[in-house]
């Protein structure tokens, strides 16, 4: 028995990175898996591995959710299940951000979990109940300088997840969070797409993120050294003295879409290894 076993579930980011460790884990534990995202090849390839359903879907487009939301239902007669996992990142100084690059990314990183709960939960609420589990980020709970619009999105997607929970709660949903440190996937990592784009970001020549206005979900470990180069880095900030990987991330969604978290609601997990529990004078 699978700990997934009859239940529907969304990921949206899924052709990559957290949202396709999040798919693979999902079908393994035998949900039913709506692969969602914009990279329709590899997110078709993804789906058709693990025996699963892709839609194509920016989360920005409202129009697009209703059209997600409806083929996830034909395939399967319901859904009730969501994660919110697609999202992007620039980094800019805040007085050097565009408005037009600090609208892109609210647009995806926090309308975009905005409109699938309002697209989905519906849909939960009529299969009797469910969950819904929205991707925050450490900077999300403090600040990050660079990151500014990203933080501001992410601080936003908490206190959507805090609202939703309450009212949500009389439709038998259950609404939380997870909140990534540093996890290895392209946003992390460039190379994991382009290996010139990583030579260009080590080198200063490039401050915005390989492949993440794609509106993916990021990519798994891999690609030359990247790696291991990240490990050493993050290493000498990060208590466990290393970058999180993807199906860690994962996992915790698991948690928060099964029963082992049935009394849970509300609530931001954070999975950093340890980066915000304070500062080592060491």
Same mark, same amino acid.
């Given at each position: 028995?699978?700990?997934?076993?009859?239940?529907?579930?969304?990921?949206?980011?899924?052709?990559?990175?957290?949202?396709?460790?999040?798919?693979?884990?999902?079908?393994?534990?035998?949900?039913?898996?709506?692969?969602?995202?914009?990279?329709?090849?590899?997110?078709?390839?993804?789906?058709?591995?693990?025996?699963?359903?892709?839609?194509?879907?920016?989360?920005?487009?409202?129009?697009?959710?209703?059209?997600?939301?409806?083929?996830?239902?034909?395939?399967?007669?319901?859904?009730?299940?969501?994660?919110?996992?697609?999202?992007?990142?620039?980094?800019?100084?805040?007085?050097?951000?565009?408005?037009?690059?600090?609208?892109?990314?609210?647009?995806?990183?926090?309308?975009?979990?905005?409109?699938?709960?309002?697209?989905?939960?519906?849909?939960?609420?009529?299969?009797?109940?469910?969950?819904?589990?929205?991707?925050?980020?450490?900077?999300?709970?403090?600040?990050?300088?660079?990151?500014?619009?990203?933080?501001?999105?992410?601080?936003?997607?908490?206190?959507?997840?805090?609202?939703?929970?309450?009212?949500?709660?009389?439709?038998?949903?259950?609404?939380?969070?997870?909140?990534?440190?540093?996890?290895?996937?392209?946003?992390?990592?460039?190379?994991?797409?382009?290996?010139?784009?990583?030579? %260009? /970001?080590? $080198? =200063? !020549? &490039? @401050? *915005?993120? +390989? #492949? %993440? /206005?794609? $509106? =993916? !979900? &990021? @990519? *798994?470990? +891999? #690609?030359?050294?990247?790696?291991?180069?990240?490990?050493?880095?993050? #290493?000498?900030?990060?208590?466990?003295?290393?970058?999180?990987?993807?199906?860690?991330?994962?996992?915790?969604?698991?948690?928060?879409?099964?029963?082992?978290?049935?009394?849970?609601?509300?609530?931001?997990?954070?999975?950093?290894?340890?980066?915000?529990?304070?500062?080592?004078?060491?």
């Amino acid at each position: 028995m699978g700990r997934l076993d009859g239940r529907v579930v969304l990921i949206t980011g899924a052709a990559r990175g957290q949202g396709e460790q999040e798919a693979r884990l999902f079908a393994a534990e035998g949900a039913e898996v709506v692969v969602a995202d914009v990279l329709d090849e590899p997110g078709a390839a993804l789906a058709a591995e693990i025996g699963a359903t892709y839609v194509h879907l920016d989360v920005g487009r409202e129009d697009d959710w209703r059209t997600a939301v409806a083929a996830a239902s034909a395939a399967y007669g319901r859904v009730d299940g969501l994660v919110n996992n697609a999202g992007i990142l620039r980094f800019n100084e805040l007085l050097n951000t565009p408005l037009a690059e600090f609208q892109q990314i609210t647009q995806v990183n926090q309308v975009g979990v905005f409109l699938g709960i309002k697209a989905v939960a519906p849909e939960i609420a009529a299969a009797g109940g469910g969950t819904i589990v929205n991707t925050s980020s450490y900077t999300g709970l403090t600040g990050m300088a660079y990151v500014g619009a990203y933080a501001a999105a992410k601080h936003a997607v908490i206190g959507l997840t805090r609202v939703a929970a309450l009212e949500l709660a009389g439709r038998n949903i259950r609404v939380n969070a997870v909140c990534p440190g540093a996890i290895d996937t392209a946003m992390s990592n460039p190379s994991l797409l382009d290996p010139e784009r990583g030579r %260009d /970001r080590e $080198r =200063g !020549g &490039d @401050r *915005e993120r +390989g #492949g %993440d /206005r794609e $509106r =993916g !979900g &990021d @990519r *798994e470990r +891999g #690609g030359g050294d990247g790696g291991a180069a990240l490990d050493a880095y993050y #290493g000498k900030r990060v208590p466990l003295g290393r970058i999180g990987r993807p199906e860690e991330v994962a996992r915790l969604a698991l948690f928060l879409t099964g029963e082992d978290s049935s009394y849970i609601t509300g609530q931001p997990f954070v999975i950093d290894g340890g980066w915000l529990a304070g500062v080592s004078v060491l």
